[in-house]
T-cell receptor
Framework: SQTIHQWPATLVQPVGSPLSLECTVE??????LYWYRQAAGRGLQLLFY??????ISSEVPQNLSASRPQDRQFILSSKKLLLSDSGFYLC????????????FGSGTRLTVV | QKEVEQDPGPLSVPEGAIVSLNCTYS??????FMWYRQYSRKGPELLMY????GNKEDGRFTAQVDKSSKYISLFIRDSQPSDSATYLC???????????FGEGTQLTVNP
């Protein structure tokens, strides 16, 4: 069966520090991968998506970047965090078939202080 | 204007009530419609999906789409405290294209 792993679950980082969040998928090949951010009381904002290794599309220009070094690995990074980067970050994958929707990871709650 | 609009609530109902959750959308090209449920501090999980207009039932849950009015609904019958969560509607133009999410409605079912 397919599973998605996302870590860490919570993170407190000072302003100006770097960030690296990792997401891995098991049990499938060539998944579509997504990074979302969910601010408190608000919906899901798509940050990046990838349809293959090294293929990254950015939805919102910001302080963050994403990379896909391996087929089932998706990394969200920042060189210098801002206070406004605080939020709940979710990784998701899909096969591309609507029948199965998106499968989300358990999320990382990032607080920038 | 957001492509998918959803009243964020919060919505509080007594146990056993019928719950109606709604979204509107503006993109006429949307063909697939989904509802996700998100428990506190967890990732969303797919609850139901429908294609084009019509109804789909799964146990206590019924999803309804009216493309003529661009209206998406989720009905929960005999609501339970375990249904307390945030419900997000989502739409996409074609299978495999990117999902557009509503903001989510926070639901609390009181015992």
């Amino acid at each position: 069966s397919q599973t998605i792993h996302q870590w860490p679950a919570t993170l407190v980082q000072p302003v100006g520090s770097p960030l690296s969040l990792e997401c891995t998928v098991e049990g499938t090949s060539n998944p579509n991968l997504y990074w979302y951010r969910q601010a408190a009381g608000r919906g899901l904002q798509l940050l990046f998506y990838s349809v293959g290794i090294g293929q990254i599309s950015s939805e919102v220009p910001q302080n963050l970047s994403a990379s896909r070094p391996q087929d089932r690995q998706f990394i969200l990074s920042s060189k210098k965090l801002l206070l406004s980067d605080s939020g709940f970050y979710l990784c998701a994958w899909s096969t591309g078939a609507v029948l199965y929707g998106y499968t989300f990871g358990s999320g990382t709650r990032l607080t920038v202080v | 204007q957001k492509e998918v609009e959803q009243d964020p609530g919060p919505l509080s109902v007594p146990e056993g009530a019928i719950v109606s959750l709604n979204c509107t959308y503006s993109n006429s090209a949307f063909q697939y419609f989904m509802w996700y449920r998100q428990y506190s501090r967890k990732g969303p999980e797919l609850l139901m999906y429908t294609y084009s207009s019509g109804n789909k039932e799964d146990g206590r849950f019924t999803a309804q789409v009216d493309k003529s009015s661009k209206y998406i609904s989720l009905f929960i019958r005999d609501s339970q405290p375990s249904d307390s969560a945030t419900y997000l509607c989502a739409s996409e133009e074609t299978s495999g294209s990117r999902l557009t999410f509503g903001e989510g409605t926070q639901l609390t079912v009181n015992p």
